[in-house]
Structures are given as C-alpha cells and as structure tokens.
C-alpha cells in the first residue's frame, strides 16, 4: 500500500515539474519566473528524495560511463 502512495507522490511531482517548465517557456514578469524557478527548484529536490528513499538501490548496466567505478 505504501509503494502505491509514493508512486502517488512521484507522479504528483512530476506533473508539477512539467507544468513549471511549461509555464517558463511563457511571458512572464521577473518576480513570476523568479517563483515558479525557485518551485521548480522544491518541486525537483522532493521528487529526488522520494525517489532515492522508495528506489534505494542504484543499478549500473555495462558499457556505461560510471561502469567499474568503485563507489
């Protein structure tokens, strides 16, 4: 049940990340594009803890930069 509420809160996150940048892509005073940039700034930093805390394990596929790498 629990799994079913964070993909619930990512997807929440997402959508809202979507529409901020929609929203910067239009005319927009310095003071409305100075909020919706610092939202999208929140909005990014939740979403990357939620989905670190509910996707703990971090998976590396061969041939990719970070292969080999020693943590």
Partial sequence: MMLDEDFT???AHRNNIHRYRSLLKTQLSD???QFIERRLAEETASL????SETFPIVFVLSGSPSAGVAS
């Fill in 48 to 51: 990357e803890a939620l989905t």
């Fill in 9 to 11: 809160r990512i997807r």
């Fill in 31 to 33: 003071l409305e594009r």
